[in-house]
């Protein structure tokens, strides 16, 4: 979550403008209502979806298991897949997250 609010508030580039006595810009975005893609929903997706849902965002989710109707209300995912679904989700997404195991299934999953 720390590396999507840097990202989403610009931290590398405020970090240099306060260098240079610049306050304020750039700008942050605001995540509230933006989509958080999970790719992968075990452990680590479903803390990572928690904190994003404290800041308003809007999480969806593709898994190799089924992600049961109970579980998607429980966890607060407004849409969810299988790996076939994984294209329609990136072009879903405001930010994307990969949730995966490395090993030859997965590696260059996201290219």
């Given at each position: 979550m720390m590396f999507t609010l840097m990202l989403?508030?610009?931290?590398?580039?405020a970090?240099?403008?306060?260098?240079?006595?610049?306050?304020y810009e750039p700008t942050a975005?605001?995540?509230?209502g933006k989509l958080l893609a999970l790719v992968g929903f075990g452990a680590s997706a479903i803390e990572f979806a928690r904190l994003a849902r404290a800041f308003g965002m809007r999480v969806a989710a593709?898994?190799?298991?089924a992600i049961s109707d109970a579980e998607a209300a429980e966890r607060g995912l407004e849409w969810r897949g299988t790996?076939?679904?994984l294209d329609d989700l990136v072009r879903m997404a405001d930010v994307l997250s990969v949730h995966l195991h490395?090993?030859?299934g997965t590696r260059g999953i996201i290219n």
């Open positions: 989403a508030h610009g931290y590398r580039a970090e240099v403008n306060v260098r240079r006595g610049l306050a975005q605001d995540l509230k593709v898994d190799i298991r790996p076939d679904d490395v090993n030859e």
